[in-house]
Nanobody
Framework: QVQVAESGGGLVQAGGSLRLSCAAS????????ISWFRQASGKAREFVAV???????YSAESVKGRFTISRDNTKNSVYLQMNSLKPEDTAVYYC????????????????WGQGTQVTVSS
């Protein structure tokens, strides 16, 4: 049984920072590809960043230079360091794994966490 759990969300002022954590367990092939997605109120869930199993990383253009994804294999965890936060970053942030090897779309991930709310005030 694969389980995914996010933590670290909260309320922060514009320009501030937050660090999100994602812990995934139950997968037999490690390390595994894990991605962060976010969903703002009334909008579709969108890709934020991915840490591939081989260690390569990729981020969406909207967060490049501000967000950094990293991994701690000893803890089976992936982190999203978010700096210079903007009000438009306000969303529920989700961690996902069980990638099918195709593009960075929600339909290509099987296992999802419950999400953690990030609110950036202006």
């Amino acid at each position: 049984q694969v389980q995914v759990a996010e933590s670290g969300g909260g309320l922060v002022q514009a320009g501030g920072s937050l660090r999100l954590s994602c812990a995934a367990s139950g997968q037999t092939a490690k390390p595994y590809t894990i991605s962060w997605f976010r969903q703002a109120s009334g909008k579709a869930r969108e890709f934020v960043a991915v840490m591939y199993s081989g260690g390569r990383q990729y981020s969406a253009e909207s967060v490049k230079g501000r967000f950094t994804i990293s991994r701690d294999n000893t803890k089976n965890s992936v982190y999203l360091q978010m700096n210079s936060l903007k009000p438009e970053d306000t969303a529920v942030y989700y961690c996902a794994t069980g990638w099918n090897g195709l593009g960075q779309s929600t339909r290509n991930y099987v296992y999802w966490g419950q999400g953690t709310q990030v609110t950036v005030s202006s």
